[in-house]
């Protein structure tokens, strides 16, 4: 069966710091991946999909990127936080007509 | 832009009644959309999806329906429980097969 594993569940980072959120799944090959971003109380921001290894699209200019090195895993960076950069951020894989997968999140905490 | 719109005061209702969530949105019908439930903390969990020509969907205790003349789909739970308590998305395909796109959820609560 398929799952996707998301870590750390929580992170607290100082403004101004490096973030590196990983992704990776099983039980599937090819699949198109995507992080969002859900802030308190709000819908979820669609930040990047993924059709494949090295292709990225962005959705949202903004302190982050994203990448790619294989093709079941799914990398969300920033080179320097900001206090907006806090929220929820969602790793998803979509599972053609049975909807997404998401992960299990990671609460981030920008001070 | 598309623009997604789902109510954001909690819908509040009494166990074994049917819970009737909305959700609306602007410009083109999606070929796709979907509803999810979110616990808190936790990742949405995929519900039912329905497509453009479907008018209604069904599993189990859940129904979707989706008109496209009003823009708009329901999303009902018959015979609700204190255990269907969460928040409910809904999420459009956008104009890339490859993208969908959340409304910001209903929150529903169940007493007992």
């Known amino acids: 069966s398929q799952t996707i594993h998301q870590w750390p569940a929580t992170l607290v980072q100082p403004v101004g710091s490096p973030l590196s959120l990983e992704c990776t799944v099983e039980?599937?090959?090819?699949?198109?991946l995507y992080w969002y971003r859900q802030a308190a109380g709000r819908g979820l921001q669609l930040l990047f999909y993924?059709?494949?290894?090295?292709?990225i699209s962005s959705e949202v200019p903004q302190n982050l990127s994203a990448s790619r090195p294989q093709d079941r895993q799914f990398i969300l960076s920033s080179k320097k936080l900001l206090l907006s950069d806090s929220g929820f951020y969602l790793c998803?894989?979509?599972?053609?007509?049975?909807?997404?997968?998401f992960g299990s999140g990671t609460r981030l905490t920008v001070v | 832009s598309q623009k997604i719109e789902q109510n954001s005061e909690a819908l509040n209702i009494q166990e074994g009644k049917t819970a009737t969530l909305t959700c609306n949105y602007t410009?083109?019908?999606?070929?796709?959309l979907q509803w999810y439930r979110q616990d808190p903390g936790r990742g949405p969990v995929f519900l039912l999806l329905?497509?453009?020509?479907?008018k209604e969907k069904r599993k189990e205790r859940l129904k979707v329906t989706f008109d496209t003349t009003l823009k708009q789909s329901l999303f009902h739970i018959t015979a609700s429980q204190p255990a269907d308590s969460a928040t409910y998305l809904c999420?459009?395909?956008?104009?890339?097969?490859?993208?969908?796109?959340f409304g910001s959820g209903t929150k529903l609560n169940v007493k007992p």
């Open positions: 039980g599937t090959s090819n699949p198109n």
């Open positions: 999420a459009f395909q956008g104009d890339n097969f490859n993208k969908f796109y």
């Open positions: 993924s059709v494949g290894i090295g292709q």
């Open positions: 998803a894989w979509i599972a053609g007509p049975y909807g997404y997968t």
């Open positions: 410009n083109y019908s999606p070929a796709y």
């Open positions: 329905i497509r453009e020509n479907e």
